[in-house]
């Protein structure tokens, strides 16, 4: 338990992008979004008869520092940065691993536990101000995973198997005179009543 929770009487959230843990986290940006399908109907209006969840997306804007921010941690080896040239280098090379594996991983923000999101991309810029250090953008997705199953029905019996259809041979149309053909007709659609 931090200091600053023992003293505010609040469980800080430690925010994680698949365990790995940010010097800084500046931002984070959330989307949820609802898709309404619309369909144009014969009469000319627009008619929406479904609806379904998109997958949640999160932007995060952290960074890492080449600095030992903590002592403690590097001390006892629990710096997850640590090793390679920089921390910096080391943070980025292991965000590009993981974004590569595309194996969904957790990420535990300030609002909420994200779970099976993959890192759909990786922005960063350094300049003189930044040289030892990371600040980068991620972009982060949830995908939505499905199990299927095979099931095996019991065999058709023979009043289930379908019938195969009986040839009737040819037929003949007969003809039918001019003057006859709408009797001939009413007479097909209706029959003859009275006789």
């Known amino acids: 338990m931090s200091l600053l929770s023992i003293l505010t009487g609040r469980v800080a959230i430690i925010r994680s992008v698949s365990g790995f843990v940010f010097d800084a986290v500046f931002e984070e940006d959330h989307t949820a979004e609802l898709e309404v399908t619309d369909n144009p109907v014969e009469s000319g209006v627009t008619v929406s008869d479904h609806a379904y969840m998109k997958p949640l997306r999160v932007k995060i804007k952290a960074g890492v520092s080449d600095a030992v921010l903590n002592p403690i941690t590097r001390f006892f080896g629990a710096d997850q940065f ?49 040289s030892s250090a990371l600040i980068f953008e991620a972009d982060l997705r949830e995908v939505i995973i499905v199990t299927t199953e095979a099931v095996t029905y019991p065999p058709r019996s023979k009043a289930r198997q379908a019938q195969k259809p009986k040839d009737g041979g040819e037929k003949q149309g007969a003809e039918v005179p001019a003057g006859d053909k709408k009797q001939s007709l009413l007479k097909t659609v209706f029959g003859s009543f009275g006789k």
Do not use: H, W
Request: hydrophobic residues 35%; charged residues 25%.
């Open 82 to 130: 640590s090793g390679g040239t920089s921390r910096s280098k080391r943070a980025f090379d292991l965000l590009c691993e993981l974004q590569k594996s595309a194996e969904p991983f957790d990420v535990q923000t300030g609002l909420k536990l994200y779970k099976n999101m993959v890192c759909t991309s990786i922005r960063t810029v350094q300049d003189a101000a930044t």
